[in-house]
T-cell receptor
C-alpha cells in the first residue's frame, strides 16, 4: 500500500534553477492537491486538480505550475526558483469531492539558496 | 489573508491531562471542519471532523466542540498520552464550488510529557 508517494524527498536548488516535484498515487483518486507548509503559516494550497487533464489555482499559485496528464500523477514545477519558495511541499489526494478525507504524502523539503 | 486562526501555537501537557486547541473562522460559508494530525517527518492525516449541524463529535479520546454562533471550534484530547505528541491542524472547507479546498489553521505543536 504505497498510497501517495512524493519524489524527491529533499532537494537544494540555487536561485533561478528549475525543478519538478512528482506526486504519484495508487488509489485511483480523482482529486489531487499540492500544499506548502511553512512555520506559523499552516498548510497553504498551491494548485489542485479535480481530474485527469484539469488543474486550478489555489491560495498561493504564483511561481508554480502543475500538470495532471495521467490520473495517478500530479507534477509541481518551479520554473525559476526563489528563496521564498524554500518550504516543505505536500501532495494529497482524495476519492471524494470536497476533500472529505485527504491522504497526504510524506513531503518534499526544498531549499532554495 | 488567514481565514482560520488557530491557538495556541504550542502546548505542553502532562500525561493524563487534557489538551485543548482552539480555532476560529471568519467566513460563514464553511461546511466541514476537519482536524489533521502530523507526526515529525510525516504528512498530515485526518484525525476527526465535524459538520456545522452538530455541536460535538467524539471519537475515543478526541472530541470536537463546535460553536456556530461564535464561529469557533476546538479539539479536546482527553487523557493525553506521549504518543499524542504531534502537530495538529484545524481546517475549514468552503462551500463555493465544492472544489474541496481546505483552509488550514497555523498548526499547534503538542508535547505530552510522561
Amino acid at each position: 500500500n504505497a498510497g501517495v508517494t512524493q519524489t524527491p524527498k529533499f532537494r537544494v536548488l540555487k536561485t533561478g534553477q528549475s525543478m519538478t516535484l512528482l506526486c504519484a498515487q495508487d488509489m485511483n483518486h480523482e482529486y489531487m492537491y499540492w500544499y506548502r507548509q511553512d512555520p506559523g503559516m499552516g498548510l497553504r494550497l498551491i494548485h489542485y486538480s479535480v481530474g485527469e487533464g484539469t488543474t486550478a489555482k489555489g491560495e498561493v499559485p504564483d511561481g508554480y505550475n502543475v500538470s495532471r496528464l495521467k490520473k495517478q500523477n500530479f507534477l509541481l514545477g518551479l520554473e525559476s526558483a526563489a528563496p521564498s519558495q524554500t518550504s516543505v511541499y505536500f501532495c494529497a489526494s482524495s476519492n471524494l469531492p470536497g476533500a472529505n478525507v485527504l491522504t497526504f504524502g510524506a513531503g518534499s523539503r526544498l531549499t532554495v539558496l | 489573508q488567514q481565514q482560520v486562526k488557530q491557538s495556541p501555537q504550542s502546548l505542553i501537557v502532562q500525561k493524563g491531562g487534557i489538551s485543548i486547541i482552539n480555532c476560529a473562522y471568519e467566513n460563514t460559508a464553511f461546511d466541514y471542519f476537519p482536524w489533521y494530525q502530523q507526526f515529525p517527518g510525516k504528512g498530515p492525516a485526518l484525525l476527526i471532523a465535524i459538520r456545522p449541524d452538530v455541536s460535538e463529535k467524539k471519537e475515543g479520546r478526541f472530541t470536537i466542540s463546535f460553536n456556530k454562533s461564535a464561529k469557533q471550534f476546538s479539539l479536546h484530547i482527553m487523557d493525553s498520552q506521549p504518543g499524542d505528541s504531534a502537530t495538529y491542524f484545524c481546517a475549514a472547507r468552503g462551500l463555493a464550488g465544492n472544489t474541496g479546498k481546505l483552509i488550514f489553521g497555523q498548526g499547534t505543536t503538542l508535547q505530552v510529557k510522561p
